[in-house]
Every structure is written in C-alpha cells, then in structure tokens.
C-alpha cells in the first residue's frame, strides 16, 4: 500500500500536472500550484541539479534528507493526505516533479 493509503494500481491514471519547481536551502513541497492533486496516487521527481534531498515534512535537511541525484528519475506512491519536501545544499537547484491521480 502506498503511503497515503492509497496504490497506484487502485485504478485508472486520470490525471497528471507537471512543472519545474526550483529548489534551495529552504524545504520546498512537492506539487504542483497551490495545493495537492485530488485523488493523487504518486509523485515523480527528476532533479536537473545535483544535491536534492527529500523527507515527508518540511524540516527535512541536506543532513536528515534522502538524496536524489542529478537526472535520476524517483516516484513514490503517495496520497495528496500526505506530502513529499525537497531541499537543496544551494539556491537555485531545478527538479521537474509530477503529481498523478487514480479514480476508484
């Protein structure tokens, strides 16, 4: 079961939204505009820059955080109840995330 209490293979992908988010010392969610995808069933990330890291809240550290490299693709399933945080060692790091949605 996906974090969030929800798999991806609960149903049809019915949606996806995507953009770049730039990333720095300060933890930044993962999502797209203002709010969780409804119905989300997992997320991507593919950092541009190296020095990613990521934590399911926002004290995540460069320290406390799991790093994701340069280019790598990472997707976690996970519900819009609960939310993925990037930080980055510098200013400025891009990662192009996605956020899915599964009907029932």
């Known amino acids: 079961m996906g974090v969030g209490g929800r798999d991806i293979d609960d149903g049809i992908i019915t949606g996806a939204v995507y953009t770049e988010l730039t990333v720095g010392v300060a933890a930044v969610e ?38 994701i490299f340069k280019n790598q693709f990472l997707m976690l399933p996970i519900g819009e109840d609960q939310a993925v945080w990037l930080i980055a060692d510098g200013a400025g790091k891009k990662v192009v995330v996605s956020e899915l949605a599964s009907s029932d």
């Open 30 to 67: 993962l999502k797209v505009g203002g709010s969780a995808l409804a119905d989300r069933v997992a997320v991507t990330m593919q950092p541009k820059d190296n020095n990613i890291y990521w934590g399911y809240d926002n004290t995540v550290t460069s320290t406390t955080g799991t790093q």
